[in-house]
């Protein structure tokens, strides 16, 4: 069996998700999914004047991708979109001071979420922003590592 190192931090935000839930009129919704290890992430947004007024998510996802994403989510809120679109993975693992290297892959689940109710948002505002969108075929690809190493605990 495989013992993972997890930062405090990481182990906090695990056990005290912030902005978890479903914003009832969001401007904009992006669920995304592996299929591989049946992960599933959905983020709504609140944007006013180009602005990430709120934000919160649901998810059927490991212990990682609740602490991922439950940092994502404070990172963003109150930025501009512009700034959001920027993020990436490495931002939200640095925000948690680390993921161990085999759960780094959960990370991106969070942010290709936020890409995608971003994406989403823009098409609604009819603007095509391809670069936002996620690819559906390898979302989230789960790391060769995992897959040998087997089960997680
Ligand atoms: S999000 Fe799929 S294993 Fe963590």
């Known amino acids: ?3 993972l190192e997890y930062s405090k931090k990481v182990l906090e935000h695990f056990k005290n998700p912030r902005n978890v839930g479903e914003i009832e009129d969001a401007d904009a919704v992006g669920t995304v999914g592996n299929p ?5 992430m959905e983020l709504s947004l609140k944007i006013k ?3 990430i007024e ?5 998810t059927f996802g490991c212990a990682s991708a609740i602490a ?3 940092m994502l989510t404070e990172i963003v809120k109150g930025k501009t979109l512009k700034e959001a679109e920027d993020l990436t993975w490495d931002d939200v693992v640095e925000g948690l ?3 161990p290297p085999i759960k780094v ?3 991106l689940l969070a942010v290709d979420g936020l890409k995608k109710a971003l994406y989403e948002y823009y098409r609604s505002k009819g603007i095509d922003r391809q670069d936002l969108k996620p690819n559906e075929e390898d979302d989230h690809d789960q790391g060769e590592e995992e897959k040998e190493v087997g089960p997680i605990v």
Do not use: A, N, Q, Y
């Open 1 to 3: 069996m495989v013992r």
């Open 36 to 40: 591989v290890c049946g992960d599933m």
């Open 49 to 51: 004047d180009d602005m």
């Open 54 to 58: 709120d934000i919160k998510f649901r």
């Open 68 to 70: 991922t994403t439950s």
């Open 97 to 99: 001071e680390g993921l």
């Open 105 to 107: 892959h959960c990370s």
